[in-house]
């Protein structure tokens, strides 16, 4: 494979340090990838074109799923503390809304997300559902995380880990060859032009990936039909706006819950311009279309357009190139689940790459990537189509969206619309017929006073015994520069025998106390391939 969007640099080039991984791209996905890879002991440069972290106004929010995949990490602390500030901005929102309204401040409303628009009340939640069970003390954290934030906390990781991040570089073509790829860097302030030489190169460059475009993989999908602005803005005339998500004859808007957020939403089609950046005249001109409301924008503090392009990469790998995050798709932001979407896609191809690099597992172990994540992605992909068919002005989509209001305030819609955004829900197809199995591994409360997320910090896999059984321990023999083996018991989960959890959370195997013979075999060889010494 040869990709390049100047041939002539070829001559030009110096040839940099080998590494395992090059990642185009230090946002968030890119960024907790390059530490995954260094958990599982890849040496790994990240490529960035912008000098430092983007500040722009982007997801809100992370939701359970991604919680609980950090937490396993140990920056749950760290995310606490983010989104207590959050919080905090949220409550001076409200309370400057009560001083204007002369009304006493009341608390951050009790939702539990959105669906179109639509608030999801956290008290209609069945919390006994067992997709809730067993998430830890994570299950209340990550809906006030946002972005921004969370990229500089995987950045001082990246750091810790000791992770190269070169800023102010841009991948402008790659040769892709059976034993590796050679990457073209340029940097942007016009010095001369870079070559490094990498076994992989992964794509975390966005949804207009130039790595993407270079490998030919497809990028299939749906036209855009809107147009969004998201920002954070100085503005007088507000006290016409209502807070929260509101359908209007135009469009869509929201305003809050942080002082000076502001969202509207238009159904006219893809913007003309999407390089250029938002002006306070732009801004304005769409509020007082889609509010009816005369309000004044003085000034922008963050600012971005969006809209519902709906694109999916057709396969995440191609030979030695492979995709994360919007790189390998792309759609709408209601639901929030882009970020969730590229969090999962860096925890699943992390430490299977690693294996392949370190040599302890076969190239056809990145199979699994696209097997177990594009099934996720194209959900996604339908989850947001959906939420635009019920915000669209109409009396045909305001039907439908009546319909989904009567349904997200019964317990049983509040409760599967919750499951679904939370991530909660999801698992991979995993050879093995025990419930657990393919699922997000329970966070069990051991006798010792841990709990199983304190043991996954490593990036390594974990075979648990619960039963005291040296011929399960056994089974682990080879493996101990990949799984850890550890002991215990769990009074509360009395059925469980043991779990073989992968690096990235996932349940591998499990067992019960029911007397069946408890073996791992093949969950072990299937994952970390054969056993050192074989």
Known sequence: MNADTNADTDTDTDTDTDYDVVIAGAGPIGLLLACELRLGGARVLVAERLAEVDETIKAGGINTLTAVALYRRGLLPALV????????????????????????????????????????????????????????????????????????????????????????????GFDADEEGVTVRLAPVDGSAPQAVRARWLVGCDGGRSL??????????????????????????????????????????YTYGPMPGRMVSIEFDGPPADRQSPVTVEELQASVRRVTGVDVTVHKLHSATRFTDNCRQAATYRSGRVLLAGDAAHVHSPFGGQGLNLGVGDAMNLGWKLALVVRGRAAETLLDSYTAERHPLGAWVLQWTRAQIAAMRPG?????????????????????????????????????????LTGRSAPDLALADGTRLADHLHTGRAL?????????????ADGYEDLVDVLTATCPQRPDLAALLVRPDGTTAWAADTDGTEQDPTDALRLWFGAPLGA
């Open 395 to 435: 009396s045909h989509a305001r039907a439908l969206r009546e319909v989904i209001t009567d349904l997200a305030g019964t317990t049983d819609g509040a409760t599967y619309f919750v499951r679904r955004i939370s991530g909660v829900w999801q698992h991979y197809d995993l050879p093995g017929d025990h419930p």
């Open 463 to 475: 075979l648990l015994d619960l039963a005291d059984d040296p011929k399960l321990r056994a089974r």
């Open 211 to 252: 790595v993407r475009k270079l490998a030919g993989i497809e990028f299939p999908g749906t036209a855009p039909e809107i147009t969004g602005y998201q920002a954070i803005a100085d503005m007088t005339g507000t006290e016409g706006l209502r807070s929260g998500w509101h359908a209007t004859d135009m469009g869509m």
């Open 81 to 172: 503390e983010v989104q207590e500030e959050t919080m905090s901005g949220m409550k001076e929102f409200l309370r400057a809304r009560a001083a204007k309204d002369g009304k006493d401040a009341a608390p951050p409303p009790k939702s539990a997300g959105h669906f179109a628009g639509i608030t999801l009340r956290a008290d209609l939640v069945d919390g006994s559902d067992p997709a809730f069970a067993d998430l830890g003390p994570a299950g209340d954290v990550g809906r006030f995380v946002p972005q921004a934030p969370l990229e500089r906390l995987f950045g001082r990781r990246a750091e810790e880990l000791g992770v190269e991040v070169r800023r102010q570089v841009e991948l402008t």
